[in-house]
Structures are given as C-alpha cells and as structure tokens.
T-cell receptor, first 114, second 116 residues
Framework: DAMVIQNPRYQVTQFGKPVTLSCSQT?????MYWYQQKSSQAPKLLFH???????NEADTPDNFQSRRPNTSFCFLDIRSPGLGDAAMYLC?????????????FGPGTRLTVL | AQTVTQSQPEMSVQEAETVTLSCTYD???????LFWYKQPPSRQMILVIR??????QNATENRFSVNFQKAAKSFSLKISDSQLGDAAMYFC?????????????FGQGTTLQVKP
C-alpha cells in the first residue's frame, strides 16, 4: 500500500544534542509538510517542500531545518533541541498545493528531550 | 489571522448512537475549505470529510455528515450509527484557497470515546 512512513516512531534525545527525524513516502507526491503537535494542542505547520522548493513558516524557529534529497524522502533536523521542542512531529504529503487537496499523514515521531 | 476552535476536548457516545462534534472558525476570507481529520490512537491521521465554502450543500460521506453554517462560521461533524472504530481524536481544519500552499490550520481536537 502507498503510504507515508516516519522513523523512528519514538526518539529520545538530550538537551542540545542534534536530532534528525525521517519521513518517506511511496505516493510520489510533490508536496511534503512537517507539523509539530504538542500535547493537547493543534498540529502547527513548520514548513513544507513543493518539489525542491522549501517554504518556511514565518514563526518557525531557526533551530528547525529540513532537507529533501529526493521526492521520496524528507528530513527534519533539530539543531539544538530544547525542552520546549518535546512534541509529536507529523509528516504529511499532498499531490499538489491546492487547498482542497487531501493531505496524507504519517504516524508521527514522538520526541522526548531529556 | 485565521483560527479554528473546537470547544469540546472530549466527547462520548454509545455504540449505534449519533454524536455531533463542534467546530467554529474565524476568517475574513470568503473562499476556503474546511476539513475533518480523524487520528486513531497510534495511527495515521486520515481525512474524514471535506467542505468547499462556496457550496451551500452540506458534505456527506456515508455515516459522516457536516452542518456548515457559513454566516455563523460553524462547521460541525455528525457521526451516525457510531461504531467502535470511530473512537479517535478528531481535528477540524481550515485551508485558505488563495494561498496556494495547502496549509492547514487545525483546531485543538476532540477525543471521541465510543462505548459498547
């Protein structure tokens, strides 16, 4: 089945230690999104790629970076995780950026910062 | 700025009964899309139903239907004949059609419990 895969499902890191979260998709979608979802809060968009074109949200901290080496893969790098970065990170894909388009989500990576 | 509000953190329903989840949003735009997404425990978030703001007719997908009140900026989800598999967190989301980013603005979510 075509799907969005996130690895790892659970990630524990230490305060200030860089961490990378991975997302891959078999849907061949042009657009990939990264959302941050804190406990009991709404998912919040961090940035998205349209093909290789990177689009950052204005309020996304510089501590968060992303890479998309090819259509299938997208990475979220947190350069110096703080305690406030502990959250669920959701990856989603869409065939294009039209607003009515369905987004397909991965299961998320839960990040713990010690 | 657009915002989405779900005022019910938790809801419960008896199996086979009907439940309505509430959602309100704030926008000054006239052309947008509204969605309900379902996130089962430890599983992917999936699209339940979608509504185009320019359509007056309420969207329906099998047991799921919406009550879209554009003037009131209200977008509730009705689940009929509730099943155990409907237990999940439900998110209401908004997307502005003119931005060409597909960006979703989510509400805080409503956790639905289905009692056998």
């Amino acid at each position: 089945d075509a799907m969005v895969i996130q690895n790892p499902r659970y990630q524990v890191t230490q305060f200030g230690k860089p961490v990378t979260l991975s997302c891959s998709q078999t849907l061949n979608h042009n657009v990939m999104y990264w959302y941050q979802q804190k406990s009991s809060q709404a998912p919040k968009l961090l940035f998205h790629y349209y093909d290789k074109d990177f689009n950052n949200e204005a309020d996304t901290p510089d501590n968060f970076q992303s890479r998309r080496p090819n259509t299938s893969f997208c990475f979220l790098d947190i350069r110096s995780p703080g305690l406030g970065d502990a959250a669920m990170y959701l990856c989603a894909t869409s065939s294009n950026r039209r607003s009515y388009n369905e987004q397909f989500f991965g299961p998320g990576t839960r990040l713990t910062v010690l | 700025a657009q915002t989405v509000t779900q005022s019910q953190p938790e809801m419960s329903v008896q199996e086979a009964e009907t439940v309505t989840l509430s959602c309100t949003y704030d926008t000054s735009e006239s052309d947008y899309y509204l969605f309900w997404y379902k996130q089962p425990p430890s599983r992917q978030m999936i699209l339940v139903i979608r509504q185009e703001a320019y359509k007056q007719q309420n969207a329906t997908e099998n047991r799921f239907s919406v009550n879209f009140q554009k003037a009131a900026k209200s977008f509730s989800l009705k689940i009929s004949d509730s099943q155990l598999g409907d237990a999940a967190m439900y998110f209401c989301a908004y997307s502005l059609s003119s931005t060409n980013t597909g960006k979703l603005i989510f509400g805080q979510g409503t956790t639905l419990q289905v009692k056998p």
